[in-house]
Nanobody, 115 residues
Framework: QVQLVESGGGLVQPGGSLRLSCVAS????????MGWYRQAPGNQREFVAA???????NTADAVKGRFTISRDNEKNAVILHMTSLKPEDTAVYYC?????????WGQGTRVTVSS
């Protein structure tokens, strides 16, 4: 089973930017979908962004225009570029990869947006 390792989280001030990376243990070209969810304290896990193997991508309304998802096939990674961060973006961000059936999840990386 593929292993996913996220990195790039941390503490950032409102209005700042972060780049999250999720590196897979195998070629990501086999995965129909890769993307990100997040979970804030006391909340359910929610969709953030997804990238399809065919090239299409999608982002949640809450982050549209601020977050961008991309794939780096050479590095077997999916990247989440986050800009104009808000305190409500504070959460643990989880990467997932899906061929078919149930997705595989990473361990999460924490993002805290605070002054």
């Amino acid at each position: 089973q593929v292993q996913l390792v996220e990195s790039g989280g941390g503490l950032v001030q409102p209005g700042g930017s972060l780049r999250l990376s999720c590196v897979a243990s195998e070629s990501i070209s086999d995965f129909a979908y890769m993307g990100w969810y997040r979970q804030a304290p006391g909340n359910q896990r929610e969709f953030v962004a997804a990238s399809a193997r065919a090239g299409a991508s999608n982002t949640a309304d809450a982050v549209k225009g601020r977050f961008t998802i991309s794939r780096d096939n050479e590095k077997n990674a999916v990247i989440l570029h986050m800009t104009s961060l808000k305190p409500e973006d504070t959460a643990v961000y989880y990467c997932y990869a899906q061929k078919r059936g149930a997705p595989t999840w990473g361990q999460g990386t924490r993002v805290t947006v605070s002054s």
